[in-house]
């Protein structure tokens, strides 16, 4: 498995941005298609955004689509998640994942596709 950390989440007031990072360590990054989740409290994990090895195609969840960007800079074993006019509904604790991919066309929406997870960051919108 990859170790994954993130960083870069705290209080911003509606209508602000955040960009949340999300380095891995341990394994080649590049093996790896990634995506971030966010679990807001007394809800399920959702899906965010996904992206497949090589940083192309991505998807969004319809509530973040012109919004949020995911990306990825494989030569700093880094992952991406820029988010713009957040809203306080976007306030929830954020994770990156990592899962290992033998293809690299293809990104991964579900939670069970997913074997190594960040600590998470909290990430929180007021009005």
């Known amino acids: 498995q990859v170790q994954l950390v993130e960083s870069g989440g705290g209080l911003v007031q509606a209508g602000g941005s955040l960009r949340l990072s999300c380095v891995a360590s341990?394994?080649?990054?590049?093996?790896?298609?990634m995506g971030w989740f966010r679990q807001a409290p007394g809800k399920e994990r959702e899906t965010v955004a996904a992206?497949?090895?090589?940083?192309?195609?991505?998807y969004y969840v319809d509530s973040v689509k012109g919004r949020f960007t995911i990306s990825r800079d494989n030569d700093k074993n880094t992952l991406y998640l820029q988010m713009n006019s957040l809203k306080p509904e976007d306030t929830a604790v954020y994770y990156c994942?990592?899962?290992?991919?033998?293809?690299?066309?293809?990104?991964?929406?579900?939670?069970?596709?997913?074997?190594?997870w960040g600590q998470g960051t909290q990430v929180t919108v007021s009005s």
């Open positions: 994942a990592a899962t290992y991919a033998k293809s690299g066309l293809y990104y991964f929406v579900r939670r069970i596709d997913y074997d190594s």
């Open positions: 341990g394994r080649t990054f590049t093996s790896y298609a």
């Open positions: 992206i497949n090895r090589s940083g192309g195609n991505p």
